[in-house]
C-alpha cells in the first residue's frame, strides 16, 4: 500500500516563484491535512480539509492555498514564496475527524523539503 | 506561545537507563495521541489516550493522561538506540484540528 505520497522529496526555490507540493492518498480517506515542520516549533497545521470541495485555515494559513477536488488528492500551494516558507511540509490524512473528539490517527506522508532563497 | 509544551526538548541517554518525556497544558484535550518520527520520514503515531487517568501500555514504552486532560507523559524502560527518534504529542480540542508539542529528540547511546 502505498499510504500517503508527496512528491517531490526536495525542492529549491527563489524569492518570489510559485509551486505546487503534491499530496495523494489511496485510503480513501476523508480528511487531509497540511503541516509545516520547523526547528523546535512542532507540527504546525497550515490548511485541511475534510472532504472533496470542502478546506478551511489552520494555524498558519497566510502565503498559502489549496483545493480539493478529488478524495485522493490534495495540493498545497506557493503562490509567491518567501524565505520564511523555508521549511519541511508534510501532508497527512485520516479516516474521519469526526464530532466526538477522539481523532482518527494521521497517516502522514515523508515530507517534501523546501528551501526558499 | 506554544499550547502544547513538551520536556525536555533534548535528551540523551545511554542505552539501558529509563527516561520519562512530559507533555504540558493549560487546556482540557478530548484525547491526546503521541507520535514518533525518524529522520527523513513522517510521525507515526504509538498510541492515543482519551480518558483521564488512562495508562497504555507499548512494550517498554508507558503512556498515561492525566486526571484533568491537560497533560501526559511517555516512559520508557531499559531504553535501546532503536527508540532513539523524536517524540511528539498532539491534542485535540476541537473536532477538525489536531495540535501539536514542539517534540523531544531523544538519543539512545549503545
Known amino acids: 500500500n502505498a499510504g500517503v505520497t508527496q512528491t517531490p522529496k526536495f525542492q529549491v526555490l527563489k524569492t518570489g516563484q510559485s509551486m505546487t507540493l503534491q499530496c495523494a492518498q489511496d485510503m480513501n480517506h476523508e480528511y487531509m491535512s497540511w503541516y509545516r515542520q520547523d526547528p523546535g516549533m512542532g507540527l504546525r497545521l497550515i490548511h485541511y480539509s475534510v472532504g472533496a470541495g470542502i478546506t478551511d485555515q489552520g494555524e498558519v494559513p497566510n502565503g498559502y492555498n489549496v483545493s480539493r477536488s478529488t478524495t485522493e488528492d490534495f495540493p498545497l500551494r506557493l503562490l509567491s514564496a518567501a524565505p520564511s516558507q523555508t521549511s519541511v511540509y508534510f501532508c497527512?490524512?485520516?479516516?474521519?475527524?469526526?464530532?466526538?473528539?477522539?481523532?482518527?490517527?494521521?497517516?502522514f506522508g515523508n515530507g517534501t523539503r523546501l528551501t526558499v532563497t | 506561545t506554544q499550547l502544547l509544551e513538551q520536556s525536555p526538548q533534548f535528551l540523551s541517554i545511554q542505552e539501558g537507563e529509563n527516561l520519562t518525556v512530559y507533555c504540558n497544558s493549560s487546556?482540557?484535550?478530548?484525547?491526546l495521541q503521541w507520535y514518533r518520527q525518524e529522520p527523513g520520514e513522517g510521525p507515526v503515531l504509538l498510541v492515543t489516550?482519551?480518558?483521564?487517568?488512562e495508562v497504555k501500555k507499548l512494550k517498554r514504552l508507558t503512556f498515561q493522561f492525566g486526571d484533568a486532560r491537560k497533560d501526559s507523559s511517555l516512559h520508557i524502560t531499559a531504553a535501546q538506540p532503536g527508540d532513539t527518534g523524536l517524540y511528539l504529542c498532539?491534542?485535540?480540542?476541537?473536532?477538525?484540528?489536531?495540535?501539536f508539542g514542539s517534540g523531544t529528540q531523544l538519543t539512545v547511546l549503545p
Open positions: 489516550v482519551v480518558t483521564g487517568g
Open positions: 498532539a491534542g485535540d480540542r476541537s473536532a477538525r484540528q489536531l495540535t
Open positions: 487546556s482540557v484535550f478530548s484525547s
Open positions: 497527512a490524512s485520516s479516516y474521519s475527524l469526526g464530532y466526538t473528539g477522539r481523532n482518527s490517527p494521521l497517516h
